[in-house]
């Protein structure tokens, strides 16, 4: 699944290697693959791996998404500190400029992001 595209071929990180899992559990992704894997259906741009704490969840709360609260009805039991998700990059950018931007996994977040946020503001939050 390491950087699989679910359309064929493989995406890039934002290093420039072969794009690697971000999380199975939970299982991340805007395909659910487990990757931050995009194409334009992906309007959010679900393309950072970002490893959650505290002080996003609750910043993300506020913002209008709460990403701790189960929702069973859609097959999501709630982020908790330690997970990694495939963040929206408008969103991680929000928050690096609010002073709640989460760590992010280089390897794991898509090329992509680089037309949202700069590969040095990424580097400033590498895990």
Known sequence: MDGESPFGG?????LGGL??????????GYFRDGCCNTDISDTGLHTVCALMDESFLAFSKKAGNDLSTPRPEFGFAGLNPGDFWCLC???WEQARKAGFAPKVNLKASNYKT?????LE????YAV
């Open 19 to 28: 794009l690697e899992h971000c999380s199975s559990n939970p299982l991340t």
């Open 10 to 14: 493989s995406q890039r990180n934002v």
């Open 121 to 124: 503001d990424l580097k400033d």
């Open 89 to 91: 990059a408008a969103r």
């Open 114 to 118: 680089l037309a949202l946020i700069s």
